[in-house]
């Protein structure tokens, strides 16, 4: 009777696992398809994989419409993952953030993306990259872009999400079918309510406007609520269909390995480490206008999640025509200036306090790089002309901070070089 039993025990439970291993594997098929589908086909060399390797990725959510032909990039966000410690620093970029890179138009930062898809759709990605790599001192590896549409079936997928409405919302705009109508408190939001609570910034029927701050704010508390459902037993069991719904709906250049090695590596990444950074600013219309201290911290925690590696920030030097360099004990602020236009360096090793180099020569502001030390102590240097500095900033003769560094103001600042603008000055906004 005992063997009987026993017999019958062994055998439920290897029909269990029988039963639970196809189970897992039609999830791991349904995912496999759906990320063929979603990557693209090149083969990631092993020590550029994500499972070893700090990446960058440029996010962008998308307000398409095809009627239009509209690309409004209502969300914008510069994510670096970091596998060794699991961790991950996302910043949020105002959607009205004034940038000016070199040799293109001054404009908001949702600007630049469908300004370079309507001259060449095959390149748009690599350009948008440059553009915000340049800015944020980071080497932006992947883009993504997803719709909207995508986001609202992601989330009707997952059964809504529990939201802390933080105010009324009150929007409507008959021309494009918008009608935002959502009351403050504990609520649980389908995929176009929540669409609405991150996006509301206007009103026209008698309630609060929002900020960007707040907006990005909701973003972050809309993302934790993602990342807490997609891990949940039932996020797990629909990952295959969630894949393939966001496949429909977004575009990218991760290759299919890599966005396989960053499921694997980072679906069980705690909420706790990852770190938010809000860019905020002052409204001086049409644009918003970004302090460099808040800008210099926003680099930093990029910089620092990927291991202090940064990148040459063309066109942000402080001052034109001569250099400033910063070094930081902490080993991971970035060196700004022209240095006579030379490019930006990276080294290690026991380089002491803060250092100001002043040095002749014509550069246009494209130096920069990270540095990092050992050692303690301030020291400064001249090596022909004057230099000051102030706050960690050098000046040098009447050169000044320029508008022509994405959205600092200047009282001497001049404009860099525009090219033809073939979108309007405003495009990529919407009324909400």
């Not at 269909?241 to 390995?257: F, R, W, Y």
């Amino acid at each position: 009777m005992k063997k009987m039993i026993l017999k019958i025990a062994l055998a439920s439970a290897v029909a269990i696992a029988a039963t639970v291993g196809i189970y897992v594997y039609s999830i791991y098929e349904t995912t496999t398809v759906a990320i063929e589908k979603i990557g693209t086909p090149e083969v990631v060399p092993v020590e550029q994989s994500a499972k070893v390797k700090p990446l960058t990725l440029l996010l962008m959510g998308i307000d398409y419409r095809p009627e239009s032909g509209s690309l409004n990039s209502d969300v914008i966000m510069v994510v670096t993952l970091n596998p060794e410690q699991h961790s991950a620093t996302l910043v949020s970029l105002p959607r009205d953030l004034q940038m000016a890179p070199k040799g293109l138009p001054s404009r908001k930062a949702n600007y630049y993306y469908p300004y370079f898809n309507n001259i060449e759709k095959n390149s748009a990605f690599m350009e948008t990259k440059k553009v915000f790599s340049d800015f944020m001192g980071v080497p932006v590896d992947y883009m993504v872009t997803v719709d909207f549409d995508g986001f609202r079936q992601i989330v009707d997928l997952m059964g809504g999400l529990t939201i802390q409405v933080d105010m009324d919302m009150r929007y409507v705009d008959d021309e494009d079918g918008t009608d935002i109508n959502l009351k403050k408190g504990l609520a649980k939001l389908n995929g176009k309510q929540t669409l609405d609570f991150v996006r509301y910034r206007k009103s026209n029927r008698n309630t609060e406007e929002s900020s960007d701050l707040a907006r990005n704010q909701r973003q972050q508390q809309v993302l934790d609520q993602l990342m807490n459902s997609l891990k949940s037993t039932g996020g797990v069991t629909k990952l295959g269909q969630i894949i393939e719904t966001v496949g429909s709906h977004m575009k990218t250049d991760v290759p299919a390995s890599q966005i396989r090695d960053l499921m694997t590596t980072y679906f069980d990444i705690s909420p706790s480490n990852v770190k938010y950074v809000h860019l905020d600013g002052e409204w001086e219309s049409p644009y918003i206008i970004v302090k460099d201290e808040d800008l210099e911290e926003a680099r930093a925690a990029l910089i620092q999640q990927l291991g202090g590696k940064g990148t040459a920030i063309a066109g942000i030097g402080l001052s034109t025509g001569s250099g400033v360099g910063k070094e930081s004990t902490s080993g991971t602020s970035s060196s700004k200036g022209s240095n006579g236009g030379s490019s930006g360096s990276t080294s290690s090793g026991g380089s002491t306090g803060e250092k100001s180099n002043s040095s002749t020569g014509t550069g246009n502001g494209s130096a920069a790089g990270t540095k990092s030390g050992a050692g303690a102590g301030k020291q400064k240097e001249q090596e022909g002309g004057t230099n000051k500095e102030t706050n960690g900033t050098a000046e040098s003769g009447s050169s000044t901070v320029g508008e022509a560094t994405y959205g600092v103001k200047s009282e001497n600042g001049s404009m860099p070089p525009k090219s033809p603008a073939i979108l309007p000055p405003n495009a990529g906004s919407s009324s909400e």
